[in-house]
């Protein structure tokens, strides 16, 4: 398999950490489908597109391929992966990443204050991305070969931007965990695991820090580029000792330092350096 081009699929990847992941995965040479509902400008608030970001992914040196799928509808995610191995009869990587977030979110109040849309995030993001990795682990245990990752944040184990949030993100990390649990039972070498990322200097970041300097103007000075995870999750892939990280909730920037990496320079802070938080510890107890 080495001398094969790896075949990625990053859902929600139109803009944002997908878009960053995507691209960094396309400068290691990967064949990367790019899945979002953007495709022309003007269909978010938000500038990006899923081809745009293809077009990024062939330029920095590997091959994007954009895709049009609403990843709250079963059929069109089957159809997604159809197409995948279809085309290149394989998945190596999959990054659980679309998350349905609206603008309310940060804003200021009880949850109960708030739309009820923010919900959503419960529906794309913690079912959506069980429902991708459903698709992306039946063909990669008959192979035995590939990863799942899951773009989670601290938010998992600590109050941030309320309960869908939270839901959202501890979702991550325990379906990485309980899909490795059924990976090891299957006595297959696929790896499930979650990835705490850091705040993103995104576009949707930088327009709240716009919003509000004194409130949110010291996020700046630590964020990470939308790229970074996607280079964590390049050393993930080929680390011959993966194995031993299956199921685990991984904060990108202690990975990176593992690695050796650095975000454009920079060496970014952890969450335990910053808020004093770790991820959780799952019980090992297994039910069957």
Known sequence: MAD????????????GAGRGIAIALGSHGCTVYVTGRSQSSGDHALPGTIYETAEAVTAAGGRG??????????????????????????????????????????????????????????????????????????????????????????????????????????????????????????????????IWMGALLTDRLKAIIASDPAKYGHLEGHCENPEFTGHVIWELYNDPYLAGMNGKTLVGAEVARKYGLTDKGRVPPTAAELHGVEPLQFHPAVIR
């Open 4 to 15: 094969q081009a790896p075949i990625a699929l990053v859902t929600g990847a139109s803009r």
């Open 65 to 194: 391929v954009a895709v049009a799928c609403d990843h709250s509808d079963d059929e069109q995610v089957a159809a997604l992966f159809d197409r995948i191995l279809a085309d290149a009869g394989r998945i190596d990587i999959l990054v659980n990443n679309a998350a349905a977030i609206h603008d309310e979110l940060t804003d200021s109040g009880e949850f109960w204050e708030k739309p009820l849309k923010l919900s959503g995030l419960i529906d794309v993001g913690v079912r959506s991305g069980y429902v991708a990795s459903w698709h992306a682990a039946r063909t990669m245990a008959e192979r035995d070969h590939g990863l799942i990752v899951f773009t989670s944040a601290s938010g998992a184990a600590h109050y941030s931007l309320g309960p869908a949030y939270g839901a959202h993100k501890a979702g991550m990390d325990k379906m990485a965990f309980d899909m490795a649990a059924d990976f090891r039972h299957a006595g297959t070498e696929v790896a499930a695991v979650s």
